[in-house]
């Protein structure tokens, strides 16, 4: 019978051998193997995390970036009007000061004016006295001439006042 063959025996031997061996190596490849797979799937996890994280900061970064050029706009816009405001009072402030020279300059030619005119009439008066005393002088007789200076000292409180 076949159980009587030794080559039977061997090939049974060999297939327990066989099967003692490729039991514990099938464990330990597939051991392997699923460490190596459980590896990998953390190396992927990782990968994925550090992914969402870098597009994270990408997307915070181009937020900041976006804020910041907003806010560069908003400061420009705002040192232009203050600019343009700057310049409306600037102006306001020339024209204040042209008209405030302006009319320093008529105060000082009225005042001028009147100065001239005062010396005119000044210088008016003492020809106009000058020449009435010279026809007081020599038209008047004394008793005439002490007639109207007492008259005139009579008349000099009235027109004082």
């Known amino acids: ?7 039977f025996w ?3 031997a060999f297939l327990l051998v066989v099967a003692f061996v490729f039991r514990p190596a099938v464990k330990a490849i ?4 699923d460490a190596r797979a459980a590896t990998i799937r ?3 996890e990782e990968a994925r995390k550090l992914r969402e994280d870098a597009q994270a900061l990408l997307a915070d970064y181009q937020r900041k970036q976006r804020d910041a050029m ?7 816009s705002q040192a232009r009007a203050d600019a343009a405001r700057l310049k409306v009072e600037a102006e306001k402030d020339l024209e204040n000061a042209i008209s405030r020279r302006q009319q320093q300059a008529l105060e000082r030619i009225a005042q001028t004016e009147a100065q001239a005119i005062a010396s005119v009439r ?7 006295l000058a020449a009435a005393e010279k026809l007081i002088q020599t038209s008047l ?7 109207l200076a007492d008259k ?3 008349e000099l409180p009235a027109r004082m006042n």
């Open 70 to 76: 907003a806010e560069a706009e908003k400061i420009i």
């Open 141 to 147: 007789d004394p008793a005439k001439k002490q007639a």
């Open 30 to 33: 597939t051991g392997t193997l």
């Open 1 to 7: 019978m076949f159980y009587e063959n030794p080559e």
């Open 152 to 154: 005139a000292i009579a």
């Open 122 to 128: 000044n210088t008016a008066v003492d020809v106009a």
């Open 10 to 12: 061997v090939a049974i």
């Open 42 to 44: 953390t190396q992927i």
